[in-house]
């Protein structure tokens, strides 16, 4: 994965937010469930949960990120206008200015990006399935078209 | 979605530019670093969980030891990162990697 050069389109990104929201509720019940129970894991999905939610709202409420060459700019939920992030990639990895991931804690800006990586991936899939369908079309008219000249 | 080859090539890849990008001075080289860099890796694939992060943060400190000169390592090498994670990814119900 590249740092992305469009933003994916809204219907994608909810699919993206659907799809890991039932992946992090669900492994936070296996992890509250599990004996003995391990706390470092209930903990870290519940963190996961929190910071999707925050993702999520802000999102709703029309927060985007900018795409900056190889970086997202996202602006601070706390000192809006004040603070802007930057998030880079390194490889598979994405690393967050923040102060909150700095200091060893799930900030939403690093979910934000891990949503809108896989809705554009999503978007990517849903695309090569509709270019192939048209191409089977094509094929088939084009059979056709030959078995009855 | 990643390969496992590919997120363990990656992660090694991070962590051994991370201490290399730091000056030669130990006195730049913070114990807080292999926290802070897991978390970065763990956040960075949401399906994987604390098992996960602890496995990095390990596996940097190795690195930040190694840095350090405490252990002989010539380079960061994970060895031990893949067999764990398979394991991990295969316990997992995600596509979240």
């Known amino acids: 994965m590249t740092t992305l050069t469009i933003l994916p389109s809204d219907s994608f990104v909810a699919s993206a937010f659907a799809e890991l929201l039932t992946d992090v509720e669900n492994l936070l019940s296996s992890a509250r469930a599990q004996q003995p129970p391990d706390r470092d894991e209930v903990k870290f999905w519940q963190s996961q949960f929190n910071a ?45 200015s923040c102060e909150a991931s700095r200091n060893g804690r799930l ?30 079309r094509i094929s088939e008219v084009r059979a056709k078209y030959m078995a009855a000249a | ?20 990008g730091l000056a030669d001075d130990v006195a ?14 763990a956040a960075s694939y949401p399906g994987l969980g604390a098992a996960f992060y602890r496995m990095v943060e390990a596996a940097a400190k190795e690195a930040l030891n190694a840095r ?24 997992k119900d995600s596509s979240w990697f």
């Not at chain 1, 409420?61 to 706390?78: E, F, K, N, Q, V």
């Not at chain 1, 800006?109 to 090569?128: G, K, S, V």
């Not at chain 2, 730049?28 to 890796?41: K, S």
């Open chain 1, 52 to 96: 999707l939610n925050k993702a999520q709202k802000y999102w709703t409420d029309g927060i985007r990120p900018t795409i900056a060459g190889d970086a997202y700019l996202l602006a601070s939920a706390s000192r809006p206008g004040a603070l802007i992030h930057r998030l880079t990639r390194h490889g598979g990895i994405v690393v967050c």
């Open chain 1, 107 to 136: 900030c939403f800006h690093h979910m934000l990006i891990n949503i809108l990586e896989r809705a554009a991936e999503l978007e990517a899939l849903a695309e090569d399935e509709a270019e192939q369908r048209l191409s089977r």
């Open chain 2, 1 to 20: 979605m990643n390969e496992l080859r590919t997120i363990s090539a990656d992660i090694a890849d991070y962590i051994a530019n991370y201490y290399a």
């Open chain 2, 28 to 41: 730049f080289l913070d114990v807080t670093m292999p926290h802070a860099m897991a978390h970065q890796i």
């Open chain 2, 68 to 91: 350090l000169g405490l252990v002989e390592r010539a380079s960061v090498e994970l060895p031990s990162i893949s067999p764990a994670l398979a394991g991990l990814i295969g316990s």
